[in-house]
């Protein structure tokens, strides 16, 4: 009975399991069936709507800015060469990189020893000079008092020849006397011919002896300026750069041993495309002096000066293309020579123009339109300018007061229809602070890493320092200040 028992059961169980499996293959085979029939027949398609924002073409008058980029130059720069050869015994305390000089600064001074010892020469050459000529004046002062005695004498000697010449007309005299008269006389003119021949003689000596006094004081003068050669004195007030002499140094003559700038006097030089160049010209062809906003960007600090458009260059360099301008600075407080500055010039004013984002417009000139049923259509603009992120156009009437697509994406093109996000529709969001609090460590941190930077000059270090201390610093500032540090 136990054995036809537990056979019961097993038989049991066995019949269970394969109803089970049975049912588990009919489910299976019937989910098949469901599916095959699906796939006969055909889907339905949904469209796809994208969402893009959208903004509102209105026309306005414009005013672009030009933006270029140039390099701070002097008007005044004065190449310091030495004056000399010979050993540099003498610098002045202000002869240094970044040294401020005034006119008529000694600023080094060459070893005149050589240069004394010709001036001494050429002086005793002078004095001998000027004694010769007072001999020869004397001289001459003689020789003329010989000229006046010999012919007084001989003045005598022809009186008494006449005086022998009228006792022989009367038959008093003889003559002999009259013959030995007249041998007076004629050795008496041959006498004053010789007191002239020495009067000459004297005349042309005193002549030489000025000529030679005139050399003798041209050979002083050059003396005196080779001494004042070794001495160097700057031309005008204003800073030294590149320095490259120190006192004890042996210099040749005409050796450049340093440069004087006049930071009063900088201009920028920057180059434009020449369809820009073309765009500033006046109606007579000429550049006109347009006021100009220069920009020294200093850790988040900016430094701003105005400055006028002063000339341009006067030829194209070798494989350059455009137009070098130049615009003086009026401000040049915190400008230094070499400064790599951001030049903002406005163009003529444009009117009945729009201004999008640039990238509502494609590569071609088109742009989105938002149409019936929010459809999108393709529509054909001129550019203008562009003007950082956005772009100056000039659209057609039908397209005034229409939407456009703001920010292309590759999936928009024409005939998409869209969800239009408008900005009015935006949910506001708080616009980050422009000043921030700091907290002492870093605040220490800001203030130690600017007084350790000697690229920034001493004004705007001391401006940005009385930023760092205040309660609010500027934001900008204190992120480029930390991306220098690295921090």
Do not use: C
Not at 138 to 166: F, I, K, P, S
Not at 253 to 272: H, K, S, T, Y
Not at 317 to 329: C, I, K, M, N, T
Not at 402 to 429: F, K, M, Q, T, Y
């Amino acid at each position: 009975m136990r054995f036809f028992r537990r056979s019961l059961a097993g038989l049991f169980l066995m019949s269970l399991t394969l109803a089970l499996l049975a049912l588990a293959g009919n489910n299976v085979y019937s989910a098949l069936q469901s599916r095959w029939a699906e796939e006969g027949r055909p889907g339905v398609a949904r469209e796809r709507v994208f969402t893009a924002e959208v903004v509102m073409l209105t026309q306005q008058d414009a005013v672009p800015v030009l933006t270029g980029f140039g390099e701070l130059r002097s008007r005044r720069t004065l190449e310091l060469r030495a004056p000399a050869a010979g050993t540099v015994i003498e610098l002045s305390d202000a002869f240094q990189e970044g040294g401020s000089v005034f006119v008529g600064t000694l600023l080094l001074r060459i070893d005149p020893a050589e240069m004394q010892s010709s001036l001494d020469l050429a002086m005793a050459d002078l004095h001998e000079a000027e004694n010769n000529l007072a001999e020869a004046e004397a001289a001459l002062t003689l020789a003329a008092e010989d000229v006046r005695g010999a012919q007084t004498q001989a003045d005598l000697r022809v009186r008494a020849l006449e005086r022998q010449q009228d006792l022989l007309s009367r038959g008093v005299g003889s003559a002999a006397a009259v013959e030995t008269a007249e041998l007076a006389a004629a050795s008496a003119e041959q006498a004053v011919l010789s007191r002239r021949q020495a009067l000459a003689a004297a005349e042309a000596q005193l002549a030489q002896a000025g000529t030679a006094l005139e050399r003798r004081q041209i050979a002083v003068a050059e003396a005196e300026r080779l001494l004042a050669e070794t001495e160097l004195r700057a031309g005008f007030s204003g800073l030294l750069a590149n320095v490259t002499v120190v006192e004890g140094r042996l210099v040749n003559r005409n050796e450049q041993v340093a440069e004087l700038i006049d930071p009063n006097a900088l201009e920028v030089a920057f180059r434009v495309s020449t369809v820009q160049y073309a765009r500033l010209l006046d109606a007579d062809g000429q550049l006109p002096q347009l006021p100009v906003t220069v920009v020294l960007d200093v850790l988040g600090a900016d430094i701003t000066a105005p400055a006028r458009l002063v000339r341009e260059s006067g030829a194209v360099a070798d494989g350059q293309s455009g137009r070098l301008l130049f615009a003086e600075l009026q401000e040049t407080r915190g400008f230094r020579v070499g400064d790599f500055v951001t030049v903002r010039l406005d163009e003529p004013e444009l009117r009945n123009v729009a201004i999008l984002p640039a990238t509502a417009l494609d590569s071609d000139g088109r742009v989105l339109v938002l149409g019936e049923e929010d459809r999108l259509e393709e529509a054909q603009v001129t550019l203008l300018r562009r003007q950082g992120d956005n772009v100056i156009i000039r659209a057609p009437p039908d397209l005034l007061g229409r939407e456009i697509v703001s920010a292309r994406s590759p999936v928009l093109g024409a005939g998409i229809r869209i969800n239009p996000l408008r900005r009015d529709a935006e949910i506001a969001v708080p616009e980050a602070p422009e000043t921030i609090a700091l907290d002492p460590d870093r605040r220490a941190r800001l203030i130690a890493f600017v007084e350790s930077n000697n690229f920034i000059p001493e004004d705007v270090k001391n401006r940005m320092l009385r930023q760092l201390e205040a309660d609010e610093v500027p934001l900008r500032m204190v992120t480029r200040i930390e991306s220098r540090m690295g921090g």
